[in-house]
């Protein structure tokens, strides 16, 4: 069975800095491009960052560009969001993804606060 976890959401000033980590079980995450979101409450859900199945290709979302790094350890099944300089409107929570068959598979998410 998939299964995604998501944690290191935390509580953070404007312009600080955090890392989210996602653990997948229950497949091979070298086989498949791996995914952060995020949705606030009332708004649909945003694509953050992708990555490929190696980690050299990534893709940004523009609102986010410059200030996030998505990385992927595939030994340990982990992917990662480096989020820095944030600001309040990055409060929301940041779930992880991975599409297998056709069938979107989702953490329950981490919350991430900005705010002084």
């Known amino acids: 069975q998939v299964h995604l976890v998501e944690s290191g959401g935390d509580l953070v000033q404007p312009g600080g800095s955090l890392r989210l980590s996602c653990v997948g079980s229950?497949?091979?995450?070298?086989?498949?491009?791996m995914h952060w979101y995020r949705q606030a409450p009332g708004k649909e859900r945003e694509l953050v960052a992708s990555?490929?199945?190696?980690?050299?290709?990534?893709n940004y979302a523009d609102s986010m560009r410059g200030r996030v790094t998505i990385s992927r350890d595939n030994a340990k099944n982990m992917v990662y969001l480096q989020m820095n300089n944030l600001e309040p409107e990055d409060t929301t929570a940041y779930l992880c993804?991975?599409?297998?068959?056709?069938?979107?598979?989702w953490g329950q998410g981490t919350q991430v606060t900005v705010s002084s």
């Open positions: 993804n991975v599409k297998i068959q056709q069938t979107d598979y």
């Open positions: 990555i490929g199945h190696l980690g050299l290709n990534t």
């Open positions: 229950g497949f091979h995450l070298i086989n498949h491009f």
